[in-house]
């Protein structure tokens, strides 16, 4: 295994032959200064690797926390648009039976106006007809009621 060039020349300072000029003392001082030196590096290191650990984890919980906001915010978007095609399949719906009804009242009106005007004045006033127009605004009366109630409850959650 091959150190690096810092590492060597610590090693070679650190554990050199003693000189006669530095007594044992002196050296293993130094050795010890060395030493705590490194220590106070590895601690440090230490202090930063938990703080480090520490950010990651605080990242984490906001990650979880921002994804649970917008896994909510596409769920509730996901309901608001399930309710808008319902509220527009209704409409059309409604759209359709409206324009249904027209065609019925147009054809009931148009077999009026084939008729001689003698016979329409004779078919309007009879008592049966009579009974037969009311129930007919009636029912369209129910159908305009049920259909307004039906459009409030389905908007009713979008505006109370």
């Not at 950010?55 to 909510?72: D, M, T």
């Not at 129930?135 to 109370?160: M, R």
Request: aromatic share 8%.
């Amino acid at each position: 295994m091959v150190s690096s060039p810092v590492k060597l020349n610590q090693l070679e300072s650190t554990w050199s032959l003693p000189d006669e000029k530095e007594s044992t003392i002196d050296i293993l001082q130094r050795q010890l200064h060395e030493l705590e030196k490194r220590v106070d590096k590895y601690f440090d290191d230490l202090d930063d690797a938990k703080e480090m650990c520490e950010q990651a984890k605080a990242n984490i919980e906001r990650f979880q926390l921002k994804a649970k906001v917008e896994k909510e915010l596409v769920r509730k978007d996901a309901e608001i648009q399930q309710i808008q095609a319902k509220l527009y399949s209704a409409v059309k719906e409604l759209n359709e039976k409206v324009k249904k009804m027209k065609e019925n009242d147009t054809t009931v009106h148009a077999q009026e106006d084939r008729l001689p005007e003698a016979a329409r004045n004779a078919s309007r006033y009879t008592t049966s007809a009579r009974v037969c127009r009311y129930i007919k605004i009636g029912c369209a009366l129910v159908f305009d009621s049920v259909a307004a109630y039906a459009l409030f409850t389905i908007t009713k959650p979008f505006f109370f």
